[in-house]
T-cell receptor, first 111, second 114 residues
Framework: NAGVTQTPKFRVLKTGQSMTLLCAQD?????MYWYRQDPGMGLRLIHY???????AKGEVPDGYNVSRLKKQNFLLGLESAAPSQTSVYFC??????????FGPGTRLTVT | AQSVTQLDSHVSVSEGTPVLLRCNYS??????LFWYVQHPNKGLQLLLK??????LVKGINGFEAEFKKSETSFHLTKPSAHMSDAAEYFC????????????FGSGTRLSIRP
């Protein structure tokens, strides 16, 4: 039982490049989330999903897209990376009681 | 509307002394409250949670928190700090009204002095 895994762990992009972050969970959770963590700001919700085939915007969705084609996977895409998107990205999944299980994070640097 | 405020951005205590990390919340509904811990370069791990059962909640590693509705607080305590407790701590509030209504505090960095 791996829990929540994230791929890749680190990435450096140049401005304007695109990339996809993969989140996978093996706990059969319905809800999945993408957050970004910046110093002094806690975690901010980018997008979330309440089930396979559904996605919704969170607090800071601009510049990101997501897809949930399979229940166990939640993809976060950056179409045209900007330096403001330099951050640590965390994926989480949960049962309905909202106790979240987090992945180890992806550290992204955009130059 | 929901919000959560962690009253201290940094707390420093000596090893073996008590720890108090303060959290106040605001919620239109009956909230669920959580404390998570994040060690350096790691993901977040659940310490404890309150979901309308007992108001005094015990968590892992000797931590506990008390839900006080009248004070809208959910402070995290530990009787005796250990060096391994040095980490970032996040207070989180959520309700059942919407999956997106999970609000994180800005975090409190706990340092432990030898």
């Amino acid at each position: 039982n791996a829990g929540v895994t994230q791929t890749p762990k680190f990435r450096v992009l140049k401005t304007g490049q695109s990339m996809t972050l993969l989140c996978a969970q093996d706990m059969n959770h319905e809800y999945m989330y993408w957050y970004r963590q910046d110093p002094g700001m806690g975690l901010r919700l980018i997008h979330y999903s309440v089930g396979e085939g559904t996605t919704a915007k969170g607090e800071v969705p601009d510049g990101y897209n997501v897809s949930r084609l399979k229940k166990q996977n939640f993809l976060l895409g950056l179409e045209s990376a900007a330096p403001s998107q330099t951050s640590v990205y965390f994926c989480a999944s949960t049962h309905s009681d909202y106790e979240q299980y987090f992945g180890p994070g992806t550290r992204l640097t955009v130059t | 509307a929901q919000s959560v405020t962690q009253l201290d951005s940094h707390v420093s205590v000596s090893e073996g002394t008590p720890v108090l990390l303060r959290c106040n919340y605001s919620s239109s509904y009956s909230p669920s409250l959580f404390w998570y811990v994040q060690h350096p370069n790691k993901g977040l791990q659940l310490l404890l949670k309150y979901t309308s059962a007992a108001t005094l909640v015990k968590g892992i590693n000797g931590f506990e928190a008390e839900f006080k509705k009248s004070e809208t607080s959910f402070h995290l305590t530990k009787p005796s700090a250990h060096m391994s407790d040095a980490a970032e701590y996040f207070c989180v509030v959520s309700t059942y009204s919407s999956a997106s209504k999970i609000i994180f505090g800005s975090g409190t960095r706990l340092s432990i002095r030898p």
